[in-house]
């Protein structure tokens, strides 16, 4: 299979592989579009089966941080950056150095920032052979560590749907949450406060047991999420949570989480729907990281300190724009993913437009 003939390219502008056989470096940089701004995404590290895998999983993340980002109405276009290795074992100072320099190949159409398997002390190395790097500390534009922001736009977004879909608040409501990292532990306590029962699962145990006690959370396996009886699934791990076989086992009324990707393929949202499910769209649900990235990009362009209010009026805007796709799917008569995606495209296709315009 060649790049173009991958179900998960689409118009992307640019795809740049990097190897660098000192450090041992594998990295693929996805540029799905600079439309509205230069691209900006996550770099992830993860045991990839194949280079095929990796460049599937770029392309994927990329076009979702475009619509991500143009939902978000930030003036950034989407990207994406895989590092191929084993997170626990093959990091080196070297390794995000040699990273950098990648990233800095790119040529500014790339800002990278942390996700899975990479955190804010590794791009600091990637800081030194590079600018256009955000999520990091030490300086008066850093917005630190985006998950708490996630956390609270998925928050809301879990709140928004059980309103919709169950007409009450979130005390007493079941919510199984699919991975307690980051942004999975931080949505846990915001649920367990706001009065939220609580099931969890994930493979890393200690993470478990300490979101258990803080929340008094029941920990399950992790295939056994899928089978919880709960009213909301929040996936918050690895894409493709919700697919062919795991769909039938769902007895939930609401779909909404902070993973990338939750859904398979775009099909399994039609099915979602079909089955009376509300799915709140990861790529607005969980765009308050992001708008903390932009905030920090935005005050290190201007040479400005970060400002937090800017961030949380765009946290609002963010809910006002999920209401917006739930209230078109309900008006519509049609699945909440193809709505954000009609609606993502059309803000991308414009601003592409304008830059042609004044080009």
Known sequence: MTLFDSPAFEGHEGVHSFFDEKTGLKCIIAVHSTARGPAAGGCRMWPFVSAEAALEDALRLSRAMSYKNAMADLELGGGKAVIIGDSRTMKTPALFEAFGRAVEDVGGKYWTAEDVGVSPADLMHARKTTRFVAGLTGHAAASGDPSPVTAEGVFRGV?????????????????????????????????????????????????????????????????????????????????????????????????AGGANNQLSDPEIGRAVYDRGMLYLPDYVINGGGIINVAGEIRALERGEAFDPAWVAGKLDTLLATLAEVLDRSKADRRPTHEVAGEMAKARINRAAEQKKAAA
Do not use: M, S
């Open 159 to 255: 709140k928004l749907g059980v309103e919709r879909a169950l007409g009450r608040d979130l005390a007493g409501v079941t919510v199984a949450i699919q991975g307690v990292g980051h942004v999975g532990a931080y949505l846990a306590e915001k649920l367990h406060a706001a009065g939220a029962k609580l099931i969890v699962t994930d493979v890393n145990q200690e993470a478990l047991a300490e979101v258990a006690a803080r929340t008094g959370a029941k920990v399950v396996a992790p295939n056994q999420i899928f089978d919880a009886e709960a009213e909301v699934f929040a996936p918050c791990a690895l894409g493709g949570a919700v697919n062919a076989d795991t769909l039938p086992r769902l007895r939930c009324k609401v779909i």
